[in-house]
C-alpha cells in the first residue's frame, strides 16, 4: 500500500511538473510580441519586425486592422502616431515587461483606443523615443 502511495505521489508531481513550463504568461509573450530588439532579426515570428519608433525597440505586428491579426494575448490598437499595433494586453505593468528591460519598460495603460470593442481593458504600451 504504502509503494502504491509513493508511485501515486510520483505520477502526480510528474504531471504537475509537466504542466509547468516557461510559458511567459500567453501565446503573444510567448512569440515575444512587445519584445524589446535592435533588428527585426531578433523578433521570435516572421510575421513581426522590430519597430524602432519606440524606445527599446519593438518586436511586433504593424498596421493591424482587427484583433484578429494579432497573436492572442494581444490585441490591435490605434497608437497617437498614426498607426494601429498589437499591443500586449494586460492587468499590470510586469505583464509588460517579460521581453524588456528596465530601462526600456512599457507601461500598463487604459488610456488607449483599441481598432475593435469593447473598449474596456489595458494595453501595453511601449516607451516612445
Do not use: W
Not at 43 to 68: H, I, M, S, W
Request: proline share 3%; charged share 25%; with cysteine.
Amino acid at each position: 500500500m504504502k509503494r502504491l502511495f509513493i508511485i501515486i505521489l510520483s505520477l502526480t508531481a510528474l504531471v504537475a511538473f509537466a504542466a509547468c513550463d516557461d510559458d511567459k504568461g500567453n501565446k503573444a509573450n510567448d512569440l515575444g510580441v512587445g519584445a524589446q530588439c535592435t533588428e527585426t532579426a531578433q523578433c521570435d515570428v516572421e510575421t513581426q519586425e522590430c519597430l524602432l519608433d519606440f524606445k527599446g525597440g519593438y518586436c511586433g505586428v504593424k498596421d493591424c486592422t482587427a484583433d484578429l491579426d494579432c497573436p492572442e494575448g494581444s490585441r490591435c490598437v490605434a497608437h497617437d502616431d498614426g498607426f494601429n499595433y498589437c499591443f500586449l494586453i494586460c492587468v499590470d505593468k510586469a505583464d509588460c515587461n517579460v521581453n524588456r528591460d528596465l530601462e526600456n519598460e512599457a507601461n500598463c495603460s487604459s488610456s488607449i483606443t483599441f481598432v475593435e470593442e469593447p473598449q474596456d481593458g489595458k494595453a501595453c504600451v511601449p516607451p516612445s523615443n
